[in-house]
């Protein structure tokens, strides 16, 4: 696999010639009154504790750096329960008036099949490498597939459209910050080891849906046999072991890490935070555009990267928080 499937479920705002790049991202200052702060409703204790990180598991990803499998130790901590949804960040935004990367550009990234014909015709360009992510004007979190589209039915869904500048302002509004790569990847096993889904070794047991990925040929037929084409409520299928929903699939999560393809073989193994500097951060999880066909990402040790910066339909965030606040 070449590293450009990185930008199968996600793309970046790099792909894109003429759009331009902000100079700087906007500098966000938490409100002096946090009506969310330091709220812990939602959020699950995570135990915390030694496990075995990473996979080299066949149907991964070896040029990500899933491996080779290290034994890593995690503090316990708080997670939301479920991705920020839009009626979350709605608050946020009506408290802060923050205005989110997409927003700030103009435009951001929406999957082919979900623009209305009218929205379709006013698109001229496309992701480099992955065209069927279309580079629609007036497309943001408020707009999910561009102007003619609204979140008002969907307040339970994700929040999508969301940068990783975004995610980390809500966060810390919210009193709470974005969860490490091994904090992820602790709390999505939900207390299995080295099983390949929150739930286990098997993708459908007993035949049944247990997350929201692509259903059928990536990227021209989805039959949504599981129930969703686009996005699912934040609190969608069976929580794992501990009790978090949607670990797999819906929509990819930001962590707070740089990401690096080396990251297995760095000798921090306590509480590890990744490289000090990178150009991408590392986002986990998958989305519901993931198909094991070409995006074999939902797999609870799989790793994907995008800059901080970009946005699609597909990227939303879930917060953690410290145990002692």
């Known amino acids: 696999m070449t590293e450009n499937l990185h930008a199968c479920c996600s793309a970046s705002r790099h792909q894109v010639k003429g759009k331009g790049l902000l100079d700087k991202s906007k500098e966000y200052k938490p409100s002096q009154e946090l009506r969310r702060g330091r709220e812990l409703s939602g959020m699950v204790q995570i135990p915390g504790g030694c496990f075995l990180m990473g996979t080299d598991d066949k149907e991964g990803f070896p040029a990500d ?3 080779p499998v290290r034994e890593v130790t995690v503090s316990p901590f708080f997670m ?5 949804t839009n009626a979350q960040f709605a608050l946020f935004v009506e408290d802060t008036n923050y205005v989110t990367d997409a927003e700030r550009f103009g435009w951001s990234y ?4 979900f623009i209305s014909a009218e929205t ?3 698109v001229t360009q496309v992701a480099t490498h992955t065209p069927w992510w ?3 004007e007036g497309a943001n979190w408020r707009h999910p597939e561009g102007p003619d589209s609204y979140v008002n039915v969907r307040l339970d869904h ?6 990783w500048h975004d995610a980390d302002a809500y966060c810390r509004w919210a009193g709470k910050r974005l969860p490490t790569e091994a904090e992820w990847e602790f709390a999505a096993r939900g207390g299995l080891v080295q ?5 286990g070794d098997v993708l459908k047991p007993t035949g049944e849906h247990q997350c929201n990925i692509w259903q059928g040929k990536f990227p021209v037929k989805n039959h949504a046999s599981d129930g969703y084409a686009g996005t699912a409520p934040a609190e969608s299928y069976l929580p794992n072991g501990y009790g978090l929903y949607n670990m797999s699939g819906n929509v990819w999560e930001w962590c707070e890490d740089w990401f690096t393809p080396t990251y297995h073989l760095s000798p ?4 590890p935070r990744g490289s000090a500097s990178g150009v991408a951060k590392s986002m986990r999880g998958g989305s519901y555009l993931c198909h094991k066909s070409y995006c074999n990402r939902y797999r609870v040790a799989a790793r994907s990267k995008n800059t901080p910066d970009s946005s699609s339909g597909n990227i939303g965030f879930r917060c953690a928080a410290d145990l002692i606040l």
Not at 80 to 84: I, K, M
Not at 195 to 199: H, K, N, S, T, V
Not at 268 to 271: F, I, L, Q, R
């Open 65 to 67: 750096g899933e491996g």
């Open 80 to 84: 939301d329960a479920t991705t920020v």
């Open 110 to 113: 929406v999957f082919h099949s």
């Open 120 to 122: 379709g015709k006013k």
């Open 134 to 136: 279309w580079v629609v």
């Open 158 to 163: 994700p929040v999508v459209h969301m940068s």
């Open 195 to 199: 099983q390949r889904y929150p739930w």
């Open 268 to 271: 921090d193994n306590v509480n």
